[in-house]
């Protein structure tokens, strides 16, 4: 019998930089400054498992959280909440505040990558299975920079899910 192909989201939490970082807002180029610009971008990247990986050690997703809290130290405004300027309205990113940091989802697959032929089209994942979900506690999703999901799979591998920013990351800038 085929494993079942589904996702089961088992943990969401808001990861913090690891250490304390600038606050106060954030200028945009004038091309951001709009509220046009404002939508979140989705990006899947699909990871095989690392034949010397060690399988008592930690997992991807517990990697990627440790990885991600010591990123937002250097670029910190991935952190940070989309808002506007008091003159104008215009968009900007506010740093550290209150509900700052990247909401990060953990999530498991009980099939692996090669039973979802690794996610090539058409895919037999949903894709929103594979992207973290807006937290109930989010007034307003378009004022998120940065949602990661991390989906472990039965194989070891995993899938990194995105959903960030137009206004803070775009191109080559998301990469």
Known sequence: ??????VER???????PAEPTPAGPLRLSWLDRYSTQMAL???LHVFKRSPDRDVNGAGPASTIERALAQALVQYYP???????????????????GDGS???????AA?????DVEYLEHPMMIAKDELLPPTPAEEKD???????????????????????FSHVVADGPGAA
């Open 1 to 6: 019998m085929a494993a079942a192909k589904s």
């Open 10 to 16: 088992l943990a969401q939490r808001l990861v913090t």
């Open 41 to 43: 971008i989705e990006s």
């Open 78 to 96: 991935l952190a940070g909440r989309l808002g506007f300027t008091d003159d104008g309205g215009l968009l900007q990113v506010d740093c550290g």
């Open 101 to 107: 940091g990247v909401w990060f989802t953990e999530a």
């Open 110 to 114: 009980a099939c692996g990558l090669e």
């Open 141 to 163: 999703e378009r004022r998120l920079v940065l949602l990661v999901q991390v989906t472990t799979f039965a194989c070891g591998g995993f899938v990194v899910g995105f959903r």
